[in-house]
């Protein structure tokens, strides 16, 4: 089960996507084989053909923080950000509900819409739930294949 999430936003300098693919991969290769890690994949927006995404999956997130601590004390984040001058834009998530959707299998998906919202405090739980009533409704279109939500 899945217990936090790490959504990476890139902006890759244009023409350079082949050069850069295996840094969008890295991340994910680095973190393979820690306890908890579940997943991750990489995402090429539509419209904004220099944008990217990766959204790695953990069991907890005792387990991410694990990974990113090892990944500092190694060096290995300073040295990625050193070596191809791309730092993203990171957001750690908790889950708070989950319909129809596996981190596991979104590598099969053809699409995926990322929308971040950010609330005054005290909000959350009640956005929450609009978003649950919403993606059950959205849920009868053919081709919705699930829907998370998290938190920071």
Not at 41 to 57: E, F, P
Request: charged content about 25%.
């Amino acid at each position: 089960m899945v217990g936090a999430v790490t959504v990476s936003r890139f902006t890759i300098p244009a023409g350079k996507e082949r050069e850069y693919e295996s840094m969008l991969l890295s991340f994910g290769d680095e973190v393979r084989e820690d306890r908890g890690y579940i997943s991750t994949s990489v995402w090429h927006d539509v419209v904004h053909q220099d944008r990217y995404l990766r959204i790695t999956a953990f069991e907890s997130w005792e387990a991410l923080e694990k990974s990113y601590q090892e990944m500092v004390d190694s060096g290995f984040l300073v040295e990625a950000v050193e070596k191809w001058g791309v730092a993203p834009d990171v957001i750690r998530c908790v889950p708070a509900w989950s319909h129809r959707f596996s981190f596991k299998d979104i590598h099969d998906s053809e699409f995926l819409s990322l929308s971040i919202r950010a609330l005054d405090p005290g909000f959350g739980s009640d956005w929450v739930d609009k978003l649950k009533n919403n993606f059950r409704e959205v849920s009868l279109i053919p081709g919705f294949e699930g829907a998370w939500v998290g938190t920071t």
